[in-house]
């Protein structure tokens, strides 16, 4: 864990020293917390400004700007349209990234165990419980795998991260659909419970034998073994920025109210299955019009500025038309 709390230190550090200058204050999903911090520190050291991005998931996210106690909420797990308005909010995406299986077996390096969704499925239903399962060894005929049982390790709390995991399980395992489902919290059927990505990735990088789900930036900077997968087209693939991108390609945002576009388990030999986008939540009217005007001017300077950073991170960015569609909807929804 150490390697990814020292991103996220960096960018607390940035956003807790000037958060009284420019008192925009955000909570939400974790799983874009490395990038938020990366363009946090490089937002205040270009302008002095800074923010205080609380990483606490999703649906905790949800709930703070829902309250109106933050600035704004991030989310992977979109809201639709009429709970938007209910609420009196607006939505876009930020940037995109990929969520992918992790796993801690001795001698197994990253991207060698290959999975399917079906796979993936069986074993968070507990149907899979060991490693040399028949259908695992399917998948990976070379490999030599270990006849221990399998720890599943998922998340604990409400999480954007798992509303599109298990959105890509309920596309790809007929019987998880049926019996689980999809959302920001599901009634697990086994696993062991983890607060955040950085507590999956702690989980994972702690326990032998174990499987879990944490958005690619936490599996490469924690060092963690992360598994190839069989897509959608049939093709094993690996968790590449490309593989990313292949996916993110497919999404028609100006068509989608809201931008509501779920990312998971699209076409294309070359997509990953699990790619997602993460989202910003913003009140058109809010209480401290100061503070959300300084939080656009954030996001647009990550829109500028931020692409270099998000990529290296292994993020994809948002593509300049969808930008400029989103610095639409600023100027036509939000209340200065």
Known sequence: MNCIRTIVAAGLVAASTSAFAADITGAGATFPFPIYSKWADAYKKETGNGLNYQSIGSGAGIKQIQAKTVTFGATDAPLKHETLEKDGLVQWPMVMGAIVPVVNLEGIKPGELVLSGEVLGDIYLGKVKKWDDAAIAKLNPKLKLPSDAITVVRRSDGSGTTFNFTDYLSKSNAEWKAKVGSGTAVEW??????????????????????????????????????????????????????????????????????????????????SWPITAAT????????????????????????????????????????PESVVKLIEKTWSSEIKS
């Open 189 to 270: 059927p086994t696993g062991v419970g983890a607060k955040g990505n950085e507590g999956v990735a702690g989980n994972i990088g702690q326990t032998k034998n174990a499987i879990g789900y944490v958005e690619y930036a936490y599996a490469k900077q924690n060092k963690l073994t992360y598994a190839a997968m069989v897509n959608k087209a049939g093709k094993t693939v690996q968790p590449t920025i490309a593989a990313f991108q292949a996916a993110a390609s497919n999404a028609d945002w100006s068509k989608a109210p809201g931008y509501y576009v779920i990312l998971t388990d699209q076409p294309g030999e070359a």
């Open 279 to 318: 989202f910003i939540l913003m009140h058109k009217d809010a209480t401290d019009k100061a503070a959300s005007q300084e939080a656009i001017k954030f996001f647009k300077w990550s829109f500028e500025k931020g692409g270099k950073m998000a990529e290296e991170l292994d993020y994809i960015p948002m």
